[in-house]
């Protein structure tokens, strides 16, 4: 008998992630996690101090397979810690102009041009657009995604995208209860996030009321596609469909199912020190309930400017701008309160001198219009929410 030994490979295990102190100025609407109708993170007409950690860690099996664990730490969260996403990589390399990749596991879809930072973060402000904000809040693939990709020196990049999850079916339940928002907090894996209790009480339901997000309810599977094209030094184009197929009428003891889905178009690109990238998103969710639709159609876009500032002199300083507009439109029988109209302009100033340290000031400025403002004293149904926030993210 022959034996063969072949030496194991070590696995190979790196770590990273940042911790974050916010000092906040808040508006005086109380948030929306706090169960108001604020549109921001934070609420309560008061100054705040606030801290999160996030970390990741990534064992290599192979030049071609890994497993990625993302977690966050933050007082927000009842558990103290939770998962934001956790999966299995696999990249084979090519020799030709034909790549691919694969993973599975829970993870954010490949939408965002504007969120590629650890932990669902951008680089260029602390709190990310309305869109990329709500796909951090109601989005998460569990299950998997697949890339096809196609390189040609002259014509560039273009890839094909193709996935399939469950346990999204709750997805557009904020989006119709509470509208849309602007916040740097994606939700845990296992957390359950407070609707509105100005909304609850509009339909008689009973509140403080919290609910899952990455739930399974009527065993279908959700489906989401996309195209891309780019090329270096010209920039990005994308375009992605998503569809939940939830059952709107499906529901458990604590948790309802939405049908929800939509169409979102990207395009960046890069010239010198200026970093210019822009958004749109349209969809529609609708939920049943003892056989009356609810649906609710949803849009939004943004620009967003971002300027390396050494040109000028300023050595390790970036300043970014970025200019949101959002709207939704009830269609049912539900009441004529839930719809809106918002728009909001985000500055930030960013000094990174130091690789671990990052400082970064931020002012957002928001203008919002909802019917619903008048259940919490805001008799013109109008209301100008801001935020400042100074923050210093510690990278390890």
Known sequence: ?????????????????????????????????????????????????????????????????????????????????????????????????????????????????????????????????????????????????????????????????????????????????????????????????????????????????????FDEIDHRAGLYGGLSWQMAQIGKLSMVRYENQGDPAAATASDTAWETKFWSFGARTDAGPLVLIAQQLSGYTEVQSRGTEFPTKFQAGFLLASYDLEGLGFTDWRASARGDLFQTRHLGPAPSVMSEDGRALTMSLSWQGIDALRITGEALLMHSRKGEYIAVGVPSGEFDQNQFQLDARLFF
């Open 1 to 213: 008998m022959i034996a063969l030994a072949m030496p194991a490979r070590a696995l190979d295990f790196a770590y990273s992630g940042f911790g974050d102190a916010h000092l906040v100025a808040e508006p005086k609407m109380t948030g929306w996690l706090e169960g108001g109708l604020g549109k921001f993170r934070y609420g309560g007409n008061g100054g705040d101090v606030a801290f999160q950690g996030v970390g990741q860690g990534v064992v290599k099996f192979s030049d071609d397979l890994s497993v990625l664990v993302v977690a966050r730490a933050d007082e927000e969260d009842v558990r103290g810690i939770d998962a934001l996403e956790a999966y299995a990589a696999w990249h084979p390399a090519s020799d030709g102009p034909l790549s691919w990749s694969v993973k599975a596991g829970a993870f954010f879809p490949t939408i965002s041009l504007e969120n590629d930072d650890l932990g669902w973060t951008s680089p260029y402000t602390l709190t990310p657009s309305a869109i990329n904000s709500w796909i951090g809040e109601e989005l998460r693939t569990i299950g998997s995604e697949a890339i096809l990709r196609w390189h040609s020196e002259i014509a560039g990049t273009f890839s094909l995208m193709a996935a399939v999850d469950c346990c999204n079916d709750p997805a557009g339940i904020l989006m119709a209860d509470r509208g849309w928002a602007m916040d740097d907090r994606p939700s845990g894996l296992f957390e359950r996030v407070r609707l509105p209790d100005a909304t609850l009480k509009i339909f008689h339901a009973p509140y403080p009321g919290r609910t899952g997000m």
